[in-house]
Structures are given as C-alpha cells and as structure tokens.
C-alpha cells in the first residue's frame, strides 16, 4: 500500500522515540495500530459494500434490457426468471441498507471506544501527575527542614566561635597585662600628639 522501506520504518521509529519518550512510544504504537485496524476494517466493508452495489446495478441493467425486450414476448420461463431476478434485486438493496446501517453502528462505537480509550489515558496521566505532586512538596518540605537543622547547626557553631574569641582576648589581655604596665595600654591623647606647622 505505502512504499515504505526498512530504513524509513526505522527513522520513522527513531524519531518517534526521540519525540514521545520510552514511556509513552508503546502506548502511541498501540493506539496507532487499533486506528490502523480499524481503518482497514471500514475499507474491507466499503468494497464489499460497493462489489454488492456494482452487482445490483448490473442485475438491475440486465432487468431494464430485458424489459426492453418486451416482457409478453418472452417466455412464460423466462418471465419467471426475470420475476426472481427482480425479488432477488430488492432483497439485495433491503440487505445492503442493513450492512450500511450496521457498518455505520459499528464505526459509530469504535469511534465511541476509541474516544473512550484516549480519555482513559489522559485521566491516568493526569493522575500520575497528582500523584507526583505531593510527593515533589513532600521532599521540598523535608528539603527545607533539613535546611532549617543545618543552619541551627551552623549558627550554634558561630555562637561557639564567638565565646572562644572573647576567651582568647581576655587570655591575651591578662598575658599583656603581666608584661606591661596598664599605662602602656592607653590610648595618646589629641594634645600629646605633635602638631604640624
């Protein structure tokens, strides 16, 4: 039907992998195949439909030429072959309308099934994405709350530092304060300082 070869099949595959995913490339070929029997389902109906319509109209031709004919010439055999031709004709028109109207049911609810199938998956995948949700807050809640522990960690820490550098200082200070006398320690005054002229 298509002249597609192995390469293009493969490119075709390739892409598709590519475009939908691992996890969405089987349900799409799935799909893709139930819409590819489908339509050959319908196509295989369309001809017979149309083979019996080419019947018809050819049987109801040969009724109309034999008409033509002059039906009180015939035979009263071949008259009665013509009579069961024609009971023949209508009882094909009455059961070609029933295929019609049967085909059309048919397609009508795969096309419903179809719809249905499509609707399924897009409510799973909205619910896999719902799902998927809470758990993203739940681990940014956890996130944070271990955010929260580690900067308590870290600011005790600095609190610690902090006591351990006042001890320091009055250790240095108490150390200097042995060495030199407390009037080494002040500060200069303004009027001690020379003045530039």
């Known amino acids: 039907m298509f002249d597609i070869s192995f390469q293009e099949l493969l490119l075709v595959f390739v892409v598709g992998l590519v475009v939908l995913g691992p996890q969405r490339l089987p349900v799409a070929i799935k799909t893709v195949m139930g819409w590819i029997r489908t339509i050959r389902g319908l196509a295989a109906n369309v001809q017979n439909e149309l083979a019996q319509e080419l019947k ?6 040969s009724i109309k030429k034999a008409e033509a004919l002059n039906l009180s010439a015939l035979s009263p055999e071949l008259s009665k072959t013509v009579e069961d031709l024609k009971q023949s004709a209508q009882q094909m ?6 295929t019609e109207g049967e085909i059309r049911k048919l397609t009508d609810e795969q096309v419903a099934e179809i719809q249905a199938k499509i609707a399924q998956e897009e409510t799973a995948h909205s619910q896999n994405s719902q799902e998927t949700q809470p758990l993203v807050a739940e681990n940014a809640e956890n996130n944070e709350v271990e955010t929260a522990q580690v900067q308590e960690e870290n600011t005790a820490s600095a609190a610690d530092i902090a006591e351990m550098a006042e001890l320091d200082e009055e250790k240095l200070a108490a150390q200097l304060s042995a060495y030199y006398s407390p009037d080494d320690f002040e500060a200069p005054k303004s009027e001690d300082k020379p003045h530039a002229s």
Request: glycine content about 0%; cysteine-free; proline content about 0%.
């Open 93 to 98: 028109q009455s059961s070609l309308n029933q």
């Open 56 to 61: 018809l109209k050819e049987l109801q031709e």
